[in-house]
């Protein structure tokens, strides 16, 4: 019984032989678990580790080499703020703490309903709009704390 | 070799020619130009992490890694210009920045390579000056400690566990400064608990449950001892402080085992310092065993002897697979010369005699002899296996397999009735029903019909004891057995390795199979313990003298009779059941037991053991010793000195590294028994009693000088047919594990404490 949709489930058959070594496929399909599941569980970790005969302990090096990939449950909505050097220059640092006092998330990363996770991230690759963050795949750019507070509002309305 | 097989190369302006494909490193070691190194570890993998071995290469812009460049023709290597310097002090400092640089407490200090390195390359001085990273220290296991600050990362233990050892318990997590070596288990390990990570990390990051922060290295001695557990005959490294045992290994490579070690030769010395091991003699007073002297033990058993001979009384003796060669071969004369009797067995885990005879046709056939070295299975081209299984009950057997097969190209054969995880590493497998080894065999050899078999796909089953490997290359194919012999008869040179599942005439066909391969074909047969082999060899047979040379055979007998001066008995004895059942009728009026647990196999009914005179003498109060009149305690074989013959017949030396005062050794005992019975065997010295093996005993006129060595020397004891009672039944393998081994197994913490041993009970899972 695969831990996956039979969407991903068929994917993931895919994506196994896609490669000329089973292995390569492991990134891909890891971040694909990672977005049905919100996180890497250790039941997806078995199942993939299965489908590309690896060792449990060979997914769980490369798991723990990407911080993009997590082991841990986040929020359906994962804010992440870059703090990296343009980020920082243009107040990086105080959008990660206005977010985390407006999600209520000063002392912990999870908010207690699920909806919301923060996290410090490096360099996003939206420097020249810096500063930025990230909601899962969306960027959110420009930011100063009213915006942010846009930003956030937007995605509570959709929880 | 052809000359296109050389290059030729400059190395620091001397001229040098190795074989093509030579790495750089080893092209130094050869002219003894060191190279400093972390990563780089011989017959491991490259790896190419720490940055130590940098050096310049004319024509390369850069500097180059010494451990992963090949040689080529014309190279001009420098290892000794300021720039190599420089790059190895700013190496050395990044290594350090950090470590925590306690070697003032750290198990490695004395004996670390980072030490070392630091010392020769290193600046002694560090410009970083950000706190150090700390990190607690792991335990991955009862023997296994990780300390993370001291790691530096060179990936040597992932590769050892995982090419060498084929379990793939350690890998490598996070990046960068926070990088780390992770067990397979999340918090732990489950693994092989060999300890080969621990002996093959350079610094202290890997430390033993058993040894960690007990002493220094340079306050012990380190003594050359041969492993008392398995058959295989690994040397075990004692490191010994106030004469006991605190540490083995074998990190100086000495002995047939290079580096390897299991569980057993490098933890499994504890079973010396148990509190129930045995320190004063025993005996039977009001029903009851109590503490006597030595004098008074050993005279009652010479009183009581003395009395059952003159009453006409029938005597047997058991002797021990694991007492020396010396002692064993004393023993046997005790029983023939001194107690007048053939009534001798051992426990019988490979029927050798049989082979022997097997091959005493075949043997005017090739001039070298049909017998394998343990290390002859690293370059074979072909390795048989049938039966047995070599990962849990030989572990340096299947290490060498594995070696063979990653590093040389060996085509393994694995005939079985399970999937045994040297599949993993088999050319073809064929599984077989259970005891339906010998009809393939005989199959193969062209002597029978086909048996159903089915060559293995990959079946997780047995894995089930880890929490998974990755799956073995090549990947076996389907077919049946007519293809597994077709593969077979392709090969040549090969050598067949056996297990307690062929006896009697299945050696035969065995042998027969093995006339028709090409080449010279070679036999190892596997036998349980440290010196099952050498049992066999002194004589321990009812119907066999030393060599193998039959106890009826009057010529054979005639030259013992002269060497003694005595007359030995010609009538074939009771064997090991026979005895047991002779006891049971009260037929036996003593019996004799060194070093085994004979009750234990074939019990007897207490009371009538009762009308029995029965002596023990042992380590530790066995289910035997319990029904004892007397019991003597024995020394273990790292308390003494002698020679031992591992499961391929290599006779080797091992040295007393350890003391136990209550105890004498099963020759100084045998001997004591010998005098007081009024036969002088003369002063219990091993040295004398080899001396005598050696010139007497067919095969063991082995060269002392290389076992002084340290090296082993094959006794191939063939000398004609050897008119043996097989007794099929009587082969009967202990199946010990990586976690148990007969009676010593049960006496030592570290084998009995780790987790694994739950999974791997020998019989579960068979
Ligand atoms: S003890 Fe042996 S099997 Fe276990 S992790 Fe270390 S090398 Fe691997
Ligand atoms: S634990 Fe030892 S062997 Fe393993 S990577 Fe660290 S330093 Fe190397
Ligand atoms: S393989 Fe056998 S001889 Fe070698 S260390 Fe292990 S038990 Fe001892
Ligand atoms: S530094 Fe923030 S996006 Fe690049
Ligand atoms: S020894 Fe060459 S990089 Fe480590």
């Known amino acids: 019984m695969s831990v996956f949709s039979p969407t991903l489930d068929a994917k993931l058959t895919r994506l196994a032989e896609a490669y000329p070594q089973r292995r390569s496929a492991l990134v891909p399909m890891l971040l694909y678990a990672q977005d049905e599941l919100g996180w890497l569980t250790p039941e997806a970790i078995r199942e993939i580790a299965e489908r590309l005969g690896e060792t449990e302990l060979a997914v769980r090096e490369t798991i723990s080499y990407y911080s993009m990939l997590r082991t841990h449950p986040v929020g359906r909505y994962h804010v992440q703020v870059c703090t990296n050097i343009s980020c920082l220059l243009r107040g990086g640092e105080e ?39 990230q909601v899962n795949y969306d960027f959110h750019q420009n930011l100063d704390p009213a915006r942010a507070d846009q930003v956030l509002a937007e995605y509570r309305q959709k929880a | 070799m052809p000359e296109n097989n050389s290059v030729h190369l400059t190395i620091d302006g001397r001229a040098i020619t190795v074989p093509a494909g030579t790495l750089l490193i080893e092209a130094c070691r050869a002219v003894n ?63 350090l920045t950090n470590h925590p640089l306690d070697c003032p407490v750290c198990d490695k200090g004395g004996e670390c390579e980072l030490q070392d390195m630091t010392l020769t390359y290193g600046t002694g001085t560090g410009r970083f000056d950000e706190p150090k990273r700390h990190r607690d220290e792991q335990q991955w296991s009862p023997v296994v400690f990780y300390d993370r600050p001291r790691c530096i990362l060179c990936y040597r233990c992932v590769r050892v566990c995982g090419e060498g050892m084929d379990v793939w318990a350690l890998g490598v997590g996070n990046r960068a400064i926070l990088s780390t070596i992770l067990p397979n288990a999340g918090d732990h390990l489950e693994c092989e ?27 012990m001695k380190h003594v050359g001892a041969i492993c008392t557990f398995c058959g295989d005959g690994c040397r075990t490294t004692l490191g010994v402080r106030n004469d006991r045992i605190i540490r083995g290994d074998n990190r100086d490579a000495s002995g047939i085992n290079g580096e390897f070690l299991c569980i057993k030769g490098r933890y499994g010395f504890d079973f010396t310092q148990h509190a129930e091991r045995l320190k004063t003699p025993l005996a039977r007073i009001d029903g009851e065993l109590k503490p006597v002297s030595w004098a008074q033990a050993l005279e009652t058993v010479a009183r009581r002897w003395r009395a059952i001979q003159q009453q006409g009384g029938r005597f047997g003796v058991i ?9 064993s071969y004393q023993l046997q004369r005790l029983a023939r010369q001194v107690l007048g009797t053939n009534n001798i067995d051992h426990h019988r885990s490979a029927d050798l005699p049989t082979l022997y005879d097997a091959l005493a046709g075949t043997s005017a056939t090739g001039s070298a002899p049909p017998l394998a070295a343990a290390a002859s299975l690293k370059t074979a081209s072909a390795v048989l296996l049938v039966g047995g299984d070599p990962t849990y009950e030989h572990p340096l057997l299947a290490w060498n397999v594995r070696w063979g097969y990653r590093l040389s190209g060996t085509r393994l054969y694995v005939l079985h009735h399970r999937e045994i995880k040297l599949r993993r590493q088999a050319h073809r497998m064929a599984v077989v029903a259970e005891g339906a080894e010998g009809a393939a065999v005989r199959y193969l050899a062209g002597q029978g019909g086909a048996v159903a078999a089915r060559l293995s796909a990959v079946g997780p089953a047995e894995e089930k004891r880890y929490p998974q490997l990755p799956p ?25 390795i056996f297990g307690s599942e062929l006896r009697g005439d299945d050696i035969r066909a065995l042998v027969a199979l093995g006339g028709r391969l090409a080449g010279q074909t070679r036999y190892i047969g596997l036998a349980d313990h440290s010196n099952s082999h050498g049992a066999a060899d002194m004589g321990l047979y009812p119907d066999l003298l030393p060599g193998y040379e039959s106890v009826s055979d009057a010529a054979a007998r005639g030259r013992f009779e002269a060497l003694w001066g005595a007359r030995l008995p010609a009538e074939a004895g009771l064997n090991q059941r026979e005895m047991a059942e002779a006891l049971d009728r009260g037929e036996l009026a003593a019996l004799y037991v060194v070093g085994a647990n004979p009750l234990r196999l074939d019990p007897v009914n207490p009371a009538n053991l009762r009308r029995s005179f029965l002596v023990v003498q042992d380590l530790f109060l066995t289910e035997t010793a319990k029904e004892a009149d007397i019991v003597l305690p024995a020394l273990a074989a790292y308390e003494k000195t002698g020679t031992l013959t591992n499961t391929c017949g290599e006779v080797q030396a091992t040295r007393r590294a350890a003391a136990w005062p209550g105890g004498k050794s099963d020759l100084e005992i045998i001997h004591a028994l010998a005098r007081l019975m009024g036969v002088d065997f003369g002063r219990p010295d091993p040295d004398r009693v080899f001396a005598e093996i050696r010139a007497h005993v067919k095969g063991y006129n082995v060269s002392v000088v290389q076992l002084a060595a340290g090296r082993s020397a094959l006794a ?30 049960r006496y030592s913490h570290a084998i009995n404490e780790v987790m694994e041993k739950r999974l791997l009970l020998p019989g579960q899972a068979r």
């Open chain 1, 95 to 133: 959008l990660l703490q206005h977010c985390r006092k407006r999600l209520g998330l000063e002392q912990r990363d999870v908010t207690p309903d699920g909806v919301f996770s923060i996290e410090e991230v490096e360099c996003i690759g939206a420097c020249s709009w810096a500063p930025a963050l």
């Open chain 2, 33 to 95: 130009i060191e190279v400093p190194c972390f990563c780089y570890y011989p017959n491991l993998s490259v790896q190419a992490a720490c940055r130590m071995c940098l050096v310049e290469i004319e024509k390369m812009p850069k500097l180059q890694t010494a451990c992963t460049v090949p040689v080529a023709e014309g190279m001009v290597v420098r290892t000794d210009t300021p720039t190599v310097h420089k790059a190895r002090k700013t190496t050395n400092e990044f290594l």
């Open chain 2, 193 to 219: 608990e060999c300890g080969m990570c621990i002996d093959i990390c350079p610094v202290g990051a890997l430390t033993s449950g058993a040894y960690r922060y007990k002493t220094r290295p340079w306050e």
């Open chain 2, 319 to 327: 002797g021990s697979t694991r007492a020396l060669n010396e002692e």
């Open chain 2, 472 to 496: 073995p290359d090549p990947q076996p194919i389907s077919g049946g057995l007519e293809e597994f012999k077709a593969e077979l008869e392709k090969e040549s040179n090969v050598v067949i």
């Open chain 2, 716 to 745: 191939v004891p063939l000398n004609g047919a050897v008119p043996h009672r097989s007794a099929p039944h009587l082969i009967r393998s202990n199946h010990d594990t990586l976690f148990s081994d007969g009676t010593l197994g």
